[in-house]
């Protein structure tokens, strides 16, 4: 791709910055995790906001304060006693047009999708990007049901077919088939094939990924393999490196 700017992406479910073995709150182990790859744009799921078990922190500020994010985005998924948890997107770039997306299945838990334009400037250039993070249910059904919801929204459906749109989060996508099932024939590709999140302590199950169209190509795409990546969370960031490129107008 000519012309072209790697922007890099991070998806991670941070299970609340409680250890997937230890059960500690350490959010200390999510921050270093994430500052070995120095992403421009992070998708989080499990994200607190004012919960006692997470010394009533608000995630999403500490987070991005601490990794210098500038631009942030949160969305409360589940409602607790005291507290919240749900999605966050950070990133280097502004945050336009912020939506929450409604994805709950009658009587499975609240689910949302987390959407925003991203404005990413390069080479004198500028690019807006359509972001949706999202945390799929736990039932095939559910997930597949979620996923229609989203591609039927009215900002995902009428998106130009050459934006860069990137979709993707904590799919649970136990059986890796959503991308062949439903995005493939949306016109989205899958970004990363057979990476292996989950459990974070011995990967065994890909259940974190990222599905793309538009003006983008895949350069690289890994999960993290360091011993804090295993301690930090019960999942392991998933890291994919894109190619935007900025020879066609949109």
């Avoid at 791709?1 to 250890?19: A, P």
């Avoid at 966050?88 to 959407?115: C, H, M, N, W, Y």
């Avoid at 990413?120 to 736990?138: A, E, I, P, Y």
């Avoid at 591609?151 to 904590?170: M, N, S």
């Amino acid at each position: 791709m000519s012309n072209s700017e790697t922007v890099r992406i991070i998806s991670y479910n941070i299970h609340k910055g409680i250890g997937g073995v230890d059960r500690r709150y350490r959010p200390e182990r999510i921050i270093e995790t994430l500052k070995q790859y120095s992403a421009d744009i992070i998708f989080l799921q499990e994200v607190d906001d004012q919960v006692p078990r997470s010394r009533m922190d608000v995630q999403v500020d500490l987070f991005s304060e601490a990794l210098e994010m500038k631009y942030s985005a949160y969305q409360r998924n589940v409602y607790l006693k005291q507290g919240y948890y749900g999605n966050a997107i950070l990133s280097r770039f502004p945050l336009l047009d912020v939506e929450d997306v409604d994805l709950t299945i009658p009587l499975k838990k609240r689910r949302q999708g987390l959407l925003a334009h991203c404005r990413v400037k390069f080479n004198g250039h500028q690019r807006t990007m359509l972001l949706v993070n999202v945390h799929l249910g736990l039932a095939g059904f559910e997930r597949k049901m979620q996923l229609r919801k989203l591609l039927e929204h009215k900002t995902v459906h009428r998106a130009h077919k050459e934006t860069p749109v990137v979709i993707g989060g904590d799919l649970n996508d136990v059986w890796e088939n959503l991308g062949k099932q439903l995005m493939t024939p949306a016109g989205f590709s899958v970004a990363a094939k057979a990476i292996r999140t989950f459990p974070a302590a011995f990967p065994a199950r890909a259940l974190d990924n990222l599905f793309y169209r538009g003006d983008l190509a895949v350069s690289h795409a890994f999960a993290s393999k360091s011993k804090l990546a295993g301690q930090a969370s019960d999942h392991r960031p998933l890291v994919v490196d894109f190619e935007l490129g900025v020879t066609k107008a949109v």
